[in-house]
């Protein structure tokens, strides 16, 4: 929930050493702590009985962040912890989806990235993904419905804090992609998506430690040139740009749904615009301040990147008979914060009394 030890502890009226005690599993709190620390964290009281599965105890990649300038702080560690639960607890929902329903199967190709890869040979593996799918050389305009398709997990968070655009992990054998939903820049969005699909096929490999200051430059460099690559195929998106201008890129930004500073990046990079010609249009987008989120034109003609799975999941349940939506919250014991996000539903809002209490009667 992003709460600091010392902030539960003046909610419940403790010391910051009792809650740290509860935390590492040292003491317990009484029942009435209890009771009074689940109101705080607003989860239900059975979310602290309840165990975690195995595979996500047991089976868990690193964790991917795509962020702007990281540094190390308080903040962004908490940043990193409040990341990794929430993306446990997505997979604990979708884990348990998966013991009613019959969800999409994993479908990655099996790539390696060279360390020392160059556009040319990251434009080849991109290429390779895109026939694996059967996209052909054209925009990708329902990019989630893609990924989720494939078996890629889709989930949304806010990290508070505009520095942190997206992470990725595997979880048990799942590969889950998180978008941050604090800028709602849907180019950017899609960008950070296929960043994020480079380091589930490629990066996995590396350990929480490997993914340190000295290898996330060269990483994110690989993510970044996929991502160009894997939306803007080098010979169809190449042979559209005729006016190299800033207005020629922002004329094929809704075909594509690439954000025109991406554009310019794939354009040196394919040495179909020069270093003086890059940096002078980049002096234009400064002047038209381009850079801050939704700060680009055309963004909201680009299509939004949807989240199917869970929704979808949620109507299955109910069509079937299965389960009702007000049922979801006392089924599955998690925070109803997370459970609105994730399933997209504000179950704060669903009170299963009142709809219990609806008596059918006749009029005289």
């Known amino acids: 929930m992003g709460f600091s030890k010392t902030e539960v502890a003046n909610s ?42 195995d595979e996500i105890l047991s089976t868990k990649g690193p964790l991917s962040f795509r962020a702007v300038t990281p540094t190390k702080s308080a903040s962004v560690n908490r940043i990193k912890r409040r990341s990794q639960r929430f993306s446990e607890l997505t997979a604990e929902i979708f884990i348990w989806l998966g013991e009613m329903l019959k969800l999409p199967a994993l479908n990655l190709p099996e790539m390696e990235i060279p360390k020392d890869a160059g556009i040319q040979k990251i434009d080849e593996l991109a290429a390779e993904l895109r026939r694996f799918w059967n996209l052909g050389q054209g925009p990708i305009l329902k990019l989630g419905e893609l990924l989720e398709s494939n078996g890629i997990v889709i989930n949304r968070m806010s990290f508070g804090d505009e520095r942190y655009d997206a992470f990725s992990q595997v979880i048990g054998g799942r590969s889950y992609i998180f978008l941050g939903a604090d800028k ?19 990066h996995q490999h590396f350990s929480e430690s490997e993914l340190g200051e000295a290898a996330t430059m060269e990483i994110e460099k690989q993510a970044h040139r996929f991502a160009s690559s894997f939306l803007l195929p080098t010979d169809s998106f190449g042979r559209e740009i005729v006016d190299t201008s800033l207005n020629g ?58 989240r199917s799975i869970f929704p979808k999941a949620l109507q299955a349940l109910e069509e079937n008979n299965i ?39 006749k009029m005289q």
């Open 249 to 306: 890129f922002l004329r094929l930004k809704p075909k594509w749904g690439v954000s025109v500073q991406a554009m310019l990046v794939w354009a040196k990079e394919h040495k179909i615009i020069d270093e003086e010609e890059y940096d002078d249009l980049q002096k234009h987008v400064d002047k038209r301040k381009w850079r801050r989120p939704k700060g680009e034109s055309l963004d909201g003609h680009i299509p939004e990147v949807r």
């Open 323 to 361: 389960l009702k939506q007000c049922d979801i919250p006392t089924s599955l014991e998690l925070p109803v914060s997370v459970l609105s996000q994730t399933f997209d539903v504000n179950f704060e809002e669903i009170d299963p009394v009142k709809i219990g209490n609806i008596i059918p009667f």
């Open 12 to 53: 419940l009226e403790v010391s910051p050493s009792a809650v740290a005690q509860w935390e590492s599993g040292v003491k317990n709190p009484s029942m009435d702590n209890l009771i009074r620390l689940a109101s705080v964290l607003r989860v239900p009281l059975g979310f602290f009985f309840k165990p975690i599965p």
């Open 184 to 202: 709602n820049d849907r180019a950017r969005t899609r960008f950070d998506g296929c960043h994020e699909l480079a380091h589930l096929i490629f």
